[in-house]
């Protein structure tokens, strides 16, 4: 195998030029709403697609380039979760936001500390929180920030005020964009209802705060009509911008230009494409373990992605690993038809009404299933290669 580079799965976001391809039209989408700020109009984005679509990395290119007059932050929910050993809570997250802007002020503002330190003092003198634990609270420079358990509500005031109080004071910053990533799993919160509108509630009176919430999840998803369904915090005036693979064209142009020691027949390529279907996080993957030395016509692509599919596929198998024995074995009834009728799936699993329901809202949530016509399916079907190759070579599916 004479090819020696590889292209990493997960971006390191300070060479994010150097692997940033394509997009421009999103990029052009997502900038016009923002540089609404200007004009002092905030905008609320909900961007959503497939896993490994590129969305992070979009939103951190979004981040990069954003114009210096406006402070963007960016706040990972999954960093979150990770920090609350899973036990999410509505005054964690606000903690994190809250020292995710911190960052982004420090980071663009070093100039003006001292201005908006005084403007945070008076801000936050005037909240007269006087029964906090300042301790182990997060600063920006030596301002305190309150951490403990009490007075959420007025914590909570002070969180969702603090960025148009910035941009307010601030004739250098026309506007403050908050990235919301991983949203999805702000369903593990105990009334994720509440924190959306509680957002919703702040939000629609700021003119210079735009939020763009971003996740992996089915378009029928419950927490999409939480935050954005007729009834849900932003009644449907979210916009929303689905992030799609790249097309046929779009993939061929890519390795042509990044991956041009690679060389297909048509066929080849036509497999290659049926089996990544233009994700990026696919193509990445299955570019590692291809051969300079070699052309691929379609059975050699077959045989190659057979031979190394938990490699190709190793997004899916830490997702799976993620899954409980419930939602495993609903996924495996699916296998055998493309599409599912709950009377499938109830007769199938030995689960009750009650949970069955759960799981499949579960698993929606995830972005693992989706419901179309009555039916559900699998939103994507390298998932399904993968779990029928696995029950091939050891006669059984892996739950």
């Not at 003092?121 to 301002?143: C, M, P, S, V």
């Not at 992030?243 to 064209?249: G, L, V």
Request: charged share 25%; aromatic share 14%; glycine share 4%.
């Amino acid at each position: 195998m004479i090819k020696m580079s590889t292209v990493p799965l997960f971006i390191p976001i300070n060479e994010i030029d150097k692997y940033f391809f394509n997009r421009k039209n999103d990029i052009t989408k997502i900038e016009y709403y923002l540089d609404s700020l200007e004009k002092n109009i905030s905008q609320r984005l909900l961007i959503t697609g497939y896993r490994g679509v590129g969305k992070t990395f979009l939103l951190h290119k979004i981040k990069q380039d954003a114009k210096k007059e406006y402070i963007v932050t960016y706040l990972d929910i999954s960093r979150v979760v990770g920090i609350d050993n899973n036990k999410l809570t509505a005054k964690s997250i606000l903690l994190e936001l809250l020292d995710a802007m911190n960052e982004s002020l420090l980071e663009n503002t070093e100039n003006n500390l001292e201005k908006i330190n005084l403007e945070i003092t008076n801000f936050f003198n005037k909240l007269k929180i006087r029964d906090y634990d300042f301790n182990n609270g997060t600063k920006l420079a030596e301002i305190p920030i309150p951490s403990t358990e009490e007075n959420y509500k007025k914590i909570s005031k002070f969180v969702m005020e603090y960025p148009q109080k910035i941009v307010e004071n601030n004739e250098d910053i026309n506007g403050f964009i908050i990235i919301i990533d991983e949203f999805q799993l702000l369903k593990k919160l105990e009334e994720p209802e509440s924190f959306f509108w509680l957002l919703r509630s702040y939000n629609q009176f700021q003119s210079n705060v735009s939020y763009v919430i971003s996740g992996s999840v089915s378009h029928t998803a419950d927490v999409i009509n939480m935050i954005n369904g007729a009834s849900g915090a932003f009644g449907g005036r979210m916009i929303q911008i689905d992030i799609k693979p790249f097309t046929k064209e779009e993939t061929a142009k890519y390795f042509k230009e990044r991956f041009s020691e690679i060389e297909f027949t048509e066929s080849g390529f036509d497999k290659f494409y049926e089996y990544t279907r233009g994700i990026p996080l696919y193509l990445n993957s299955f570019y590692n373990i291809l051969s300079s030395d070699e052309i691929y016509d379609d059975k050699k692509i077959e045989e190659t992605f057979i031979k190394n599919m938990d490699q190709i596929l190793v997004m899916w198998i830490r997702i799976w690993g993620s899954l409980n024995t419930s939602e495993r074995m609903i996924i495996c009834s699916m296998l055998p038809r493309e599409q599912s009728s709950w009377k499938d799936l109830e007769s199938n699993n030995d689960l009750s009404t009650a949970t069955l329901n759960k799981y499949l809202k579960s698993l929606q949530d995830k972005g693992i299933i989706d419901y179309y016509n009555n039916s559900y399916v699998l939103t994507d079907l390298m998932l399904k290669r993968w779990l029928e190759h696995e029950k091939n070579i050891y006669g059984y599916y892996p739950y």
